[in-house]
């Protein structure tokens, strides 16, 4: 399964770590050199939540971001995970008593 976030789409992104050698001229060093460059990944910081939709009476199991759960706890589950297109809207039920 790919490590991706289901509500915010976040993915693994590729990007560079710089090594560096010597004193800050600021610090009275002659400068700081680049001694090399290599590739790298940052990954999302993914978890798998159940997370209780009280709309629908029912859990939703979901793979998110950290950032996503920040998200859903300000938003509410409900709108978050109908936005994301993981859940739908119940259908309306009318019983005449």
């Known amino acids: 399964m790919p490590r991706v976030c289901q ?4 993915k693994t992104r590729t990007g560079n770590k710089v090594t560096r050698r ?5 610090k009275g060093g ?4 680049t001694t ?7 990954k ?6 159940r997370i209780w939709v009280p709309e629908l009476q ?4 979901v793979r998110l971001s950290t950032r996503a759960l920040k998200t859903i706890g300000k938003n ?10 993981l859940i739908k809207k119940p259908k309306r039920t ?3 008593d």
């Open 7 to 10: 509500v915010t789409g976040r």
């Open 22 to 26: 010597g004193l800050a001229k600021a």
């Open 30 to 33: 002659v400068g700081v050199k």
């Open 36 to 42: 090399g460059i290599s590739r790298r990944k940052f």
């Open 44 to 49: 999302v910081n993914l978890q798998w939540k």
């Open 58 to 61: 029912r859990y939703v199991r």
């Open 76 to 85: 509410g589950p409900f709108r978050v995970l109908l936005d994301a297109g």
């Open 94 to 96: 009318h019983h005449l």
